[in-house]
């Protein structure tokens, strides 16, 4: 456990410095794109052609993986998966810390987002930090630990590892490619997903150590219910 708690330090205290410096930086630039935000968003731009072909669709497909919708499904299967143990219970309180702190840190900044013009797609909220950032900086590197450490089948864990890592990086990618976010505000929602991932990966080292909530509660409900038929 020693181990598993210090490498989720590590990442909390990159992130959280990342994050910091981010909000500093972008503060004292009075929410004004960064010369990096303006290098990226003109190389988007120039390479993503028009709306509607081929490019507009690989990155709008891809930037549903932080959309709501999408995240209520993959909370479904997690659920199956893990059988309503505390696996589920952890990625579950995870994922709503996470959209309220994307939310606080919103309603602070009150960031306007790049040029509606250049949009390829509609968005109501604010700029800083980028959602759909903040929500695969949380869940692919949380499921990416949990299947590391918890799911023995390979043929399983492989594929999810591949997957997730894909997400975490093409994701904000596709935030800037869309015209919705500038580079700042994926990098800072990166951070600040992932800062929260390291306090529920240090928190999932302790339920398995100390063996807390270890039993699938799932199949104890349709026992009793079995057990009342009877």
Known sequence: MKKRLIISLIIFIVSIAILTTLCIVVR??????????VWARDLAYNTRGEKGGFNYWFWRIFTESGDLYVIAVLCVLMLIYTKLDYRFMIFLLG?????????AFKGVYQ?????AEMWWMF???TSFPSGHSTSVGFMSPFIIYLFLITEKNKKITIPV????SLIF???PISRIVLGVHYFTDCVAGLALGLSTAAVFMALTAVFIEYNILQKPILPMIFKKKNKEED
């Open 161 to 164: 590892v591949a997957v997730f």
């Open 123 to 125: 968005e109501k909220s």
């Open 111 to 115: 960031r306007p987002r790049p040029d």
């Open 95 to 103: 994922l709503i810390i996470q959209v309220f702190l994307n939310a």
């Open 28 to 37: 004292k630039n009075n929410l004004d794109p960064l010369q990096v935000d």
């Open 169 to 171: 990086f093409i994701v």
